[in-house]
């Protein structure tokens, strides 16, 4: 059974950082491209970075384009979403998820196992 565990949550100021952590089990992570997530209080689900089974590919949301670093270690099994200069508005739930065919990494449908989300609230 495929198990993503989300940590590094919590609450930072506006223009802070906070480093995402997704633990993986029960699979072959290197089979998997990796995303991570989000959903705001009120709003849809979107997506925010994808990456690879390799790392070769990238993919961010405009939204986030040179702030935000997607990155993935195979052999610890984790995937990892390092977000700088955040901002109120990216106050969310995010979730991270696998999915065995990675090549329409913003494409929520893409994704086959969701982890269960962490909290990141970003103050004024």
């Known amino acids: 059974q495929v198990q993503l565990v989300e940590s590094g949550g919590g609450l930072v100021q506006a223009g802070g950082s906070l480093r995402l952590s997704c633990a993986t089990s029960g699979c072959t992570f290197s089979n998997y491209g990796m995303g991570w997530l989000r959903q705001a209080p009120g709003l849809e689900l979107e997506f925010v970075a994808g990456?690879?089974?390799?790392?070769?590919?990238?993919n961010y949301a405009d939204s986030v384009k040179g702030r935000v670093t997607i990155s993935r270690d195979n052999a610890k099994n984790t995937v990892y979403l390092q977000m700088n200069s955040l901002k109120t508005e990216e106050t969310a739930v995010y979730y991270c998820?696998?999915?065995?065919?990675?090549?329409?990494?913003?494409?929520?449908?893409?994704?086959?196992?969701w982890g269960q989300g962490t909290q990141v609230t970003v103050s004024s």
């Open positions: 990456i690879s089974r390799l790392s070769v590919n990238k």
């Open positions: 998820a696998a999915a065995t065919t990675y090549g329409r990494s913003w494409d929520l449908k893409t994704y086959d196992y």
